[in-house]
């Protein structure tokens, strides 16, 4: 969906860098929400902001950070990559709708760390 | 926590015929079920959803079932295409609250043999 966007694309980095990884959003939503898709275990939730200031850890927030910096923005950090971090990691945006929420989701980062 | 169960990992079925995805999920305050398609090298997207007072819900080709006694939902795709080649995920979410998340099951690669 063009009007979640993601970059980089691909990224291959080695281990014990830091690298961010960036989403962006048109659609005006207020929630934003960081994924790891790895093969056989579907979609994991690192984390997720209700809105700008609100930041809550997923299941699997442990050697990542991130940063809401605008309504329209949402980073994911890795502090000190390592190799059991590679997967490909989606963001997506849903509207407080006060009923079941539709995530529209990017087109993904594939990570690679060696 | 809520935990989602999806069978089968893998699905291949001749053109024409029907498929099916089953998931299970085990917090019985769940009343969201979102099932999204994911196309090779893009992100899921929802595909077709349905809400805990429904037992069915039918769209075109594809059509949902819930059974919130045995707390199991199954996506139904019949007259199968080549385009319904894809991974396919459902999910399960309590919703309404400021605190809910989308859980989601391990994936179903279905591929439509010609």
């Not at chain 1, 690298?19 to 934003?32: A, F, N, P, V, W």
């Not at chain 2, 999204?36 to 949902?64: C, F, H, M, T, W």
């Not at chain 2, 080649?85 to 309590?94: E, G, I, K, N, P």
Request: aromatic share 10%; charged share 20%.
């Amino acid at each position: 969906d063009a009007d979640v966007t993601q970059t980089p694309r691909n990224r291959i980095t080695k281990t014990g860098k830091r690298i961010m990884l960036e989403c962006s959003q048109t659609k005006g939503h207020d929630r934003m929400y960081w994924y790891r898709q790895d093969p056989g275990l579907g979609l994991r939730l690192i984390y997720y902001s209700f809105d700008v200031k609100d930041i809550n850890k997923g299941e699997i927030s442990d050697g990542y950070s991130v940063s809401r910096q605008a309504q329209a923005k949402f980073s994911l950090s890795l502090e000190s990559a390592i190799p059991n971090q590679t997967a490909l990691y989606f963001c997506a945006t849903s509207q407080n709708s006060g009923s079941q929420e539709t995530q529209y989701f990017g087109p993904g980062t594939r990570l690679l760390v060696l | 926590g809520e935990n989602v169960e999806q069978h089968p990992s893998t699905l291949s079925v001749q053109e024409g015929d029907s498929a099916v995805i089953k998931c299970t999920y085990s917090d019985s305050a769940s009343n969201y079920f979102p099932w999204y398609k994911q196309e090779l090298g893009k992100g899921p997207q929802l595909i077709i959803d349905i809400r805990s007072n429904v037992g069915e819900k039918k769209d075109q080709r594809i059509a949902v079932t819930l059974n919130k006694t045995a707390k199991h939902f199954s996506l139904h795709i019949t007259e199968t295409q080549p385009e319904d080649s894809a991974v396919y995920f459902c999910a399960a979410s309590t919703g309404y609250s400021s605190a809910s998340k989308i859980i989601f099951g391990s994936g179903t690669r279905l591929s439509i043999r010609p």
